[in-house]
């Protein structure tokens, strides 16, 4: 008996929310750490049973558990631990996202006599769950152009080319550079140049195939990933790309100004590594810059 007291005694003191229900599922223990996960003192809930619907157990459907999936009841029926993410309802009226664990609680002779429930307030794992999210999503998306970050193409890129070396897989490049942008910034403005960058990129995305990856390399420059293994279907891409711009234009006043961009592409077989291949498509995307420019 004082060895029951004192366990009590330590459980009544934890910060996790601890009760314990008879085999009617009364009420018949509850600790400090469920008051304050709960908002219920002890003497609003000892003897009752949660049949009642006093904390109102939802799972993330928004079922209604007390009656049908508590894990109290199954733990008692089936003699097995269990772990479930759920909602409690606190004595404010909000819903307070719990880990809950349920245990059968049993006599010397192994006969089940009640069950334990231990639960945890999780809402600040998910509030950290929601901001790591968060994170990664600034991380990967350039928040100009709404494309694909260069971190973004990085791992891609990195990944595709593992697949290169060790299962052969093969893919293209294309590089991109938006023509006349420091002309562009310094006759209208730099909000006139972030407009057309956008502009460029919007187009490149909604001209890419479904697997296909478009990011913003840096500056005035965008990189696509094609899965493609041939010269020949690159160019065509690269064709489409080209006439999709050459129909896009931005309006400044009254002003209509066309996009023009330069490109350069490269196959994943035709290089040695990462860095050989992205030179290899900044190089002919420069050349297609010259003969743009008649220089070449």
């Known amino acids: 008996m004082e060895q ?42 000892i ?10 157990h939802i799972d993330k459907t928004g079922k209604l ?35 809950v664990h ?9 006969n089940i006599t009640g069950a334990v429930e231990i639960f945890d307030d999780i809402s600040p794992y998910l509030k950290l769950q929601k901001q790591i999210a968060e994170l ?7 928040p100009l152009t709404t494309v694909g970050s ?18 052969g897989y093969k893919f293209g490049i294309i590089y991109i550079d938006l023509n006349d942008l420091k002309l562009l910034n310094d006759q209208f403005g730099h909000e006139i140049g972030d407009k057309a960058l956008n502009r460029l ?10 697997g296909d990856y478009i990011g913003r390399w840096g500056g005035d420059e965008f990189l696509i990933l094609l899965e493609l293994d041939s010269t020949e279907k690159i160019e065509i891409v690269e064709g489409k790309l080209n006439a999709m711009l050459q129909a896009s234009s931005i309006k400044v006043k009254s002003q209509k100004i066309k996009l023009t961009a330069s490109f350069g592409f490269a196959l994943s077989s035709e290089a040695e590594s990462i860095d050989e291949l992205i030179r290899l498509a900044d190089q002919r995307m420069y050349e297609d810059k010259l003969i743009k420019k008649g220089e070449l």
Request: charged share 30%; hydrophobic share 35%.
């Open 150 to 167: 260069r971190r973004f193409i990085d791992n891609i890129l990195e990944h595709w080319w593992h697949k290169v070396v060790h299962e």
């Open 136 to 142: 990664n999503t600034e991380a990967y998306v350039d």
């Open 4 to 45: 029951e007291i004192l366990y009590r005694k330590i459980l009544d003191n934890v910060i996790t929310g601890v009760y314990f229900v008879d085999t009617e599922r009364k009420i018949n223990f509850w600790n400090k750490g469920a008051e304050r996960v709960s908002g219920y003192s002890e003497s609003e809930v």
């Open 47 to 56: 003897g009752k049973s949660c049949r009642e619907n006093i904390l109102m």
């Open 201 to 210: 990129a919007i187009t490149l995305k909604n001209s890419i195939r479904d």
């Open 65 to 99: 558990l007390c009656n049908d999936g508590c894990p109290l009841q199954a733990s008692m029926d089936d003699g097995k631990e269990r772990s479930i993410e759920i909602f409690m309802k606190h004595k404010d009226g909000h819903r307070v996202p719990v880990m």
């Open 102 to 110: 349920s245990l059968p609680l049993k006599d010397e002779n192994g």
